[in-house]
């Protein structure tokens, strides 16, 4: 296989329009509903893949919100004197 074949079949899947339109919490309540629905045991395996893949797209959706929301929070804080500086976010 090419280089380029390699990359094109490894690049993650591009978030469609109706899953980048959602907000943060929209998209994992999504989410969450697909999981409920595949832990039931009551899907048929092509329903199944399909609901994966979309499951897999909300959390990368899901996963860009909140390193966005990281590098915000990274821009604006505030100090102990009051005054705005800019920290690295840091999870715990």
Known sequence: MSKAKDAAENAPEAIPADIAALS??????????????LESGR??????IALYG???????HCEAKLKAA????????????????????KAD
């Open 54 to 60: 979309r499951g897999a797209l909300l959390k990368r």
């Open 24 to 37: 943060f919490e929209a998209a994992l309540k999504a989410l969450d509903e697909i999981v409920t629905r």
């Open 43 to 48: 899907v048929d395996l092509e329903e199944s």
């Open 70 to 89: 990281e590098e915000k929070i990274e821009k604006i804080v505030v100090g102990a004197d009051g005054q705005p500086g800019a920290q690295p976010f």
